[in-house]
């Protein structure tokens, strides 16, 4: 038995700490807290202490989940507003997003190779509809490749990337296993890793730094 851990347990319990105050505390597991202390008799004062203490948490916490509600309705009505702006999005719209997406993401230093790596599935979805319809890329150039943690399951990645970019994972090439040493936080908010796509057409890859160049001079130099 551990007799130091449980005689501290019980003097902040005789001073009228909660069980939970006492794990906070000192440290120590609930279910050992419960034991060690369960022969000890709280006054009636450290009672309505307790009780009032813990009205005054659960209030607490009322108010900071009303607060949190109220700033999120006002912020999603803000939301709301910002999408009546657009009712639709035209080809020519859409080619100016995936120049622009390009233009922050995409590969620009190999002459015949179109490249695009993203972890967000959305700029994912948008490229692969700006390579089809506005660059007319048969399905059958598209090459990806995946990059990843050694946490992952592979097939269930491949699959996942493979939905939603449209390419069959027999297009794939051999996944990047990455070692595990980047930090949990990271690992969990990329759970499928970075999914690259790949045209080898020298021509497009030409087309798009033009398309780049263009809009860069009609940007900085133009006034509206």
Excluded at 12 to 21: E, M, P
Aim: hydrophobic share 35%; proline share 2%; charged share 30%.
């Amino acid at each position: 038995m551990k007799v130091i851990e449980k005689e501290k347990a019980r003097v902040l319990r005789k001073k009228g700490y909660s069980i939970n105050q006492i794990v906070r505390e000192a440290g120590f597991s609930k279910a050992s807290v419960s034991l060690w202390v369960r022969d000890i008799v709280l006054t009636k004062e450290q009672k309505k202490n307790l009780s009032e203490r813990g009205r005054s948490v659960e209030s607490i916490e009322k108010r900071r989940i009303n607060r949190l509600f109220n700033e999120n309705k006002k912020r999603q009505v803000i939301i709301d507003e910002a999408k009546k702006d657009f009712t639709n999005i035209s080809l020519e719209q859409l080619k100016l997003i995936g120049i622009i997406l390009y233009l922050g993401e995409g590969g620009k230093t190999s002459r015949g190779m179109v490249r695009l790596a993203n972890s967000d599935p959305m700029v994912i979805k948008i490229m692969m509809r700006f390579f089809r319809e506005i660059c007319k890329v048969p399905d059958s150039k598209f090459r990806a490749s995946i990059h990843t943690f050694t946490h992952a399951n592979l097939s269930k990645t491949e699959k996942y990337w493979s939905k939603i970019s449209g390419i069959p994972c027999s297009q794939f090439f051999k996944t990047y296993i990455k070692p595990s040493s980047a930090s949990l936080q990271k690992r969990n908010t990329l759970p499928f890793g970075t999914f690259d796509i790949y045209v080898c057409d020298t021509k497009l890859f030409l087309t798009i730094m033009g398309w780049i160049e263009r809009i860069k001079e009609l940007t900085i130099n133009n006034k509206v």
